[in-house]
């Protein structure tokens, strides 16, 4: 007698392995899909230049952080007591008025691409407006250092109740003042720094 793993049923055809296949890309050349894949969804330059600024100015928060009604849509940066979730969006993906160039190949597809993504932000904002957060939204060209960072410290302290700590604020002047003169030397380079101003 034959043994069971040995039958095979002569009406099914055996399944033969596709090689040589590739899914066909949406990219209009090999040199755009690899710029494509390149492309970073988190930890982006300008993303971690923000975090980088206000984690040394003694804020804590979450990083691509997924969002209560749609865990695949996430923050940027979120401070979840606060209810405050950053975007720091692409000038490209997004649609940004002063950067955005359309694209000559495949153009249609773009088109749909931007405007896709531009109504998931507007649908977003609503969203999180409805539970209860502040959604703040910049461009990845604006000034991080002043006008983003600014923005983000003082929305969150409004949100927490919570006044600049003295230690905060000078901290915050000498940062700004290094900025603006390079002989300052930084706040963080001596740890008794604030004490010593404060003093003054």
Not at 27 to 55: F, G, Y
Not at 150 to 158: A, G, H, L, M, N
Request: net charge positive.
């Amino acid at each position: 007698m034959q043994s069971r793993q040995h039958v095979v049923n002569q009406n099914t055809a055996p399944i033969q392995p596709i090689s040589g296949q590739r899914r066909k890309s949406w990219a209009s050349s090999d040199a755009v899909r690899r710029t494509m894949q390149a492309n970073r969804r988190s930890d982006t330059a300008p993303e971690i230049a923000v975090r980088h600024l206000l984690h040394g100015d003694g804020f804590r928060y979450r990083v691509d952080w997924p969002l209560p009604f749609d865990r695949r849509r996430r923050a940027d940066i979120a401070f979840t007591r606060a209810k405050v979730a950053i975007f720091i969006d692409g000038c490209y993906w997004h649609g940004c008025a002063i950067h955005y160039v359309p694209p000559k190949a495949n153009a249609e597809y773009w088109r749909e691409k931007r405007r896709s993504n531009e109504k998931r932000d507007r649908d977003t904002d609503a969203q999180m407006s409805k539970l209860g957060w502040t959604v703040l939204r910049f461009w990845e060209h604006d000034d991080i250092a002043g006008y983003v960072v600014q923005t983000i410290e003082d929305v969150v302290s409004k949100n927490t109740n919570q006044q600049c700590s003295m230690e905060r604020c000078v901290h915050r002047a000498l940062r700004d003042a290094y900025r603006k003169d390079p002989r300052v030397p930084p706040a963080k380079s001596n740890p008794n720094l604030h004490r010593l101003e404060l003093r003054i």
